[in-house]
């Protein structure tokens, strides 16, 4: 019988000594609590899982590398027909012996029972969502949720405390941003802050690009008029999905920041209007930048939906829309539902505006939050507004946030 060794993601929990409990069966014997099922896999120690599941997850050192944990066979080199031939049960140890090859695993009861089906009448561990990019695993908001402001913390608090810094990045995951105030005032302050966080996401504007009023800007970002709410970048494949922005100056007047929540916008839009919605998620749109060293298109829904029909990433900026290419019939539809849209993104009760001052910087989720900010006002000088920017990803933050959880449980078990 092989050893336990990790599981999927390395996530299998060692099994525990019990008093012995041992069940034994021979497949398909028809036992009393047994289900019949075909491959043999009826054992209720199983959880439901299937003979297949159960052989392409045996954790043992020749399924699996003992190092990384990562899987040696190929769904390819299992036999096709895999039944569950033996089942042993004792106390946190599932023993499992496969045909048609004898193949043996040993499994924890408990690791099974998260992944299982649950018997008739027992609620299922939770095991979290299967999505954490997914409006099911975020905390929805519109201003008035948000009583205390914006999620914010401390850079230097940040720097020093794990805790604080993971409450900070997880508020990024589950509200969409943080405010984190107290970064240095120094020109490229903000890379420190995205390489804390991940890897930052170089672009033709650069490892970080200047916001401030330009005397020829190619963005309509480097003037000072108003800016409606928007994501950034729509028009790369992939999005860069974190972004990154640290007041350097405030302006003179004007300059305030706004930022909604657009999966809560959309989730108003399909409560209040189901038919725009479907279009929204529905018609692929074209956005489109270029300039004299550059030209990027990408072409997606403005509400992305992942496979199982959940809100999961928001395209919307009008400054970089292309010419729809859809039927009159189509386009008087779509144009009909991105404005309800646009005007559920930019109502009072969506937007929390603030003031940025210098050393603050914003974290935002660019899948999900729209920015803009009110038009301003330079004086020149000191008073001229003056943020800079940079990109990263949500794949890099949601990783340091699983890092320090990790740090954390190991701290809590010593
Ligand atoms: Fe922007």
Known sequence: ?????????????????????????????????????????????????????????????????????????????????VTVAEVRAS????????????????????????????????????DGPDDDRAEDAKRLWAAADLPGGLPHGWWPRYLADPVHRSGCLSAVLTQGLVVLHEVPCEPGAVLAVA?????????????????????????????????????DNPYRDPVPSVQLLHCLHSAAGGGESTFADGFRAAAELRRQDPAAFACLTTTPVTFAYSDAATVLRATAPVIGLDPRGRIRQIRLNGRSLAPVRLTAAQARAFYTAYRAFAELAASPEATVTARLSPGDCVIADNTRILHGRTGFTDSGGSGRRHLQGCYADLDGLASAVAVLARGQAGRAEQ
């Open 1 to 81: 019988m092989t050893t336990l060794a990790r599981g999927p993601a390395g996530a299998q929990p060692p099994a525990k000594a019990h008093p012995p409990a041992k069940t034994r069966r021979k497949a398909g014997t028809g036992e009393p609590d047994g289900t019949g099922e075909p491959d043999g896999a009826d054992h209720p120690a199983l959880s439901g899982l299937p003979a297949m599941w159960l052989r392409a997850n045996c954790p043992c050192g020749t399924c699996r590398d003992p190092g990384s944990g990562q899987r040696l066979v190929t769904i390819t080199d299992l036999p096709a027909r």
């Open 91 to 126: 106390g946190e140890v599932v023993e499992v012996v496969f045909g048609p090859d004898g193949h043996r695993a040993t499994f924890a009861a408990g690791w099974l029972a998260r992944y299982g089906q649950p018997a008739a009448g027992v609620t299922p561990a939770p």
């Open 195 to 231: 390489r804390s966080l991940g890897y930052v996401r170089e672009t033709n504007y650069g490892r970080l690009f200047d916001v401030r009023a330009e005397p020829a800007p190619a963005n309509l970002a480097f003037t000072r008029r108003p800016i409606a709410p928007h994501t």
